[in-house]
């Protein structure tokens, strides 16, 4: 049996420990609301969207904007933001409706984006979409 580990494998295990040590994290498990400015603020996201089951790419401007292509090449803009609790909310242009969520790390460098469902009988929040890679600026020049 090999016990040597690669660094490769390390890497989310160490982001995980320092965001869990720095109390970027609340107790439940969601991101806190400066760990979510920190993951987001001017990055493009590479996400997965798991009801609709489509890839997308979103721009979180640091004024506060966001554009999104999906792999269709259909095209969204509008505003977001983050509330003190943590809770990720986006506003699209064409809609008056905010699609908001905490963010949660997966411990592999993704992180799920959870939405509490009024129609969820059960309760509690599902896990509706999950940010797979994230860049520095606009690197897709959204």
Same mark, same amino acid.
């Given at each position: 049996?090999?016990?040597?580990?690669? #660094?490769?494998?390390?890497?989310?295990?160490?982001?995980?420990?320092?965001?869990?040590?720095?109390?970027?994290?609340?107790?439940?498990?969601?991101?806190? %609301?400066e760990a979510v400015n920190?993951?987001?603020?001017?990055?493009?996201?590479? %996400?997965?969207?798991?009801?609709?089951?489509?890839?997308?790419?979103?721009?979180?401007?640091?004024?506060?904007?966001?554009?999104?292509?999906?792999?269709?090449?259909?095209?969204?803009?509008?505003?977001?933001?983050?509330?003190?609790?943590?809770?990720?909310?986006?506003?699209?242009?064409?809609?008056?409706d905010s699609n908001c969520?905490?963010?949660? %790390?997966?411990?592999?460098?993704?992180?799920?984006?959870?939405?509490?469902?009024?129609?969820?009988?059960?309760?509690?929040?599902?896990?509706?979409?999950?940010?797979? #890679?994230?860049?520095n600026g606009n690197s897709?020049?959204?």
């Amino acid at each position: 049996m090999n016990h040597t580990l690669s #660094r490769v494998s390390l890497v989310p295990a160490l982001l995980l420990g320092l965001v869990m040590q720095t109390g970027l994290a609340q107790a439940s498990g969601d991101l806190s %609301a400066e760990a979510v400015n920190t993951l987001l603020k001017d990055k493009t996201v590479f %996400a997965w969207h798991e009801r609709g089951r489509f890839n997308y790419t979103s721009f979180f401007a640091a004024d506060g904007t966001v554009k999104q292509v999906n792999e269709k090449g259909e095209k969204l803009s509008g505003s977001w933001s983050v509330d003190s609790s943590g809770t990720l909310c986006v506003t699209w242009t064409d809609s008056s409706d905010s699609n908001c969520g905490k963010l949660q %790390a997966n411990g592999d460098g993704t992180y799920k984006r959870m939405r509490t469902n009024p129609r969820n009988l059960i309760g509690g929040a599902i896990h509706f979409v999950t940010f797979k #890679r994230f860049e520095n600026g606009n690197s897709q020049g959204l």
